[in-house]
């Protein structure tokens, strides 16, 4: 009995698109996959299944985008007909595959929980299931705002079909989209920021972002935490936005940065032990007046020197973008204190290159 698990399931992904057309029949086949839009057998277009093996996967394999979640097809029938313990499904599969009964045995097998929908386990899967940007749409995107020279430190990754669900009452979507971790001060990932992107083209618009209502949404644990790029020493730059840091990291490659993902995230954002220069990234509005209002507060009572660095424009992305790499170097190069520029100001032509 204890081979059984994985005999029922290499017979069932021998047979895996008749599997799917029977269990998950609101689904269809889309090249090598079978796409549905979860567990359930709910419309849409969120959980894929493959169908045949190969390198990258063997058959019969799913993976939900919108929660991380993955397993077999034994998963999909234990979830499909609400079973509750493998002795049943073992029975269910057997059924639909033809084979005789076997005596029920006393060893079940675990049922595995599927991590709620936005909280941290279900970003730490999709981080862990999404791959490298390099050379996918992610880098494309970046570029076209600017960023040349994408220094993020492993802190971005690509997922090429990444759920999207509108509202609770239209059906689930979707599309590429640059996946972000979100980390506490001790490294562990405690949320997931999605930027979907449009596939097929450039909008000077929505500047290559999907076009759906909200491009952008964050899940997890946000609070106090934040998007790094690099290891903390004693100086660290923060500001809201992703693209806004990444366009300083295009000038400043070795200072640690983190990204808190909106202004009151920012003001909240909790101040790594040991630091002892803040540059506070603020974006050219009212809500970037109060962040470094608060932030400068907070951090000079914890002893910590707080310098605000302020764009031309409306945030240092659209410095970038507008005025390009050498421009915003000589801007910074006003606001920062010397000892900086020295260290990472001078040895970022180098890096960049």
């Known amino acids: 009995m204890s081979r059984e698990p994985s005999e029922l399931a290499g017979r069932l992904a021998r047979e895996a698109e008749a599997v799917c057309r029977h269990y998950l029949s609101n689904g269809k086949r889309a090249g090598r996959y079978w796409v549905v839009g979860d ?12 169908l045949q093996g190969s390198s990258k996967g063997r058959a019969g394999k799913w993976t939900d985008a919108a929660t991380g ?3 077999d097809l034994l998963d999909i029938i234990r979830q499909c007909r609400g079973l509750r313990d493998f002795r049943e499904v073992a029975e269910e599969a057997r059924r639909f595959l033809k084979l005789p009964r076997l005596e029920p045995q006393p060893a079940p097998k675990p049922i595995r929980s599927l991590a709620p929908a936005g909280s941290q386990e279900a970003a730490r899967r999709l981080f862990a299931m999404s791959g490298s940007i390099e050379g996918t749409v992610v880098e494309t995107y970046l570029q076209r705002r600017g960023i040349a020279h994408i220094h993020h430190g492993g802190s971005l990754r690509f997922h090429p079909r990444c759920y999207y669900r509108p509202d609770e009452h239209l059906p689930t979507e979707t599309w590429p989209a640059m996946i972000a971790c979100v980390t506490n001060l ?18 000077r618009v929505r500047l290559g972002k999907a076009p759906i209502d909200t491009p952008r949404r964050a899940m997890g644990d946000l609070l106090g935490n934040a998007v790094r790029f690099g290891v903390v020493d004693d100086v660290l730059a923060a500001g809201e936005g992703i693209e806004t840091m990444l366009s300083l990291r295009c ?6 940065m983190a990204a808190a993902l909106s202004a009151n995230h920012l003001s ?30 907070r951090a000079e ?12 424009l409306g945030d240092f992305n659209e410095d970038l973008h507008i005025f390009g790499l050498e421009a915003l170097r000589a801007a910074l190069r006003l606001q920062l204190v010397p000892e900086d520029i020295v260290h990472f100001l001078h040895s970022s032509t180098v890096a960049a290159e």
Do not use: C, K
Request: zero cysteines.
């Open 251 to 256: 000038v400043l490659p070795t200072l640690p």
């Open 39 to 50: 567990i359930n057998n709910t419309p849409g277009r969120s959980l894929f299944v493959r």
């Open 186 to 203: 001790d490294g562990r990932i405690t949320g997931a920021h999605r930027t979907w992107l449009d596939p097929d083209g450039f909008d």
């Open 301 to 312: 009572g914890a002893g910590v020197e707080a310098i605000a660095l302020s764009p031309r």
């Open 69 to 71: 979640e993955h397993g």
């Open 268 to 297: 909240a954002m909790l101040l790594p032990a040991g630091l002892r220069r803040l540059y506070i990234a603020r974006d050219a509005d009212a809500a970037g007046d109060t962040v470094q209002v608060t932030l400068t507060q």
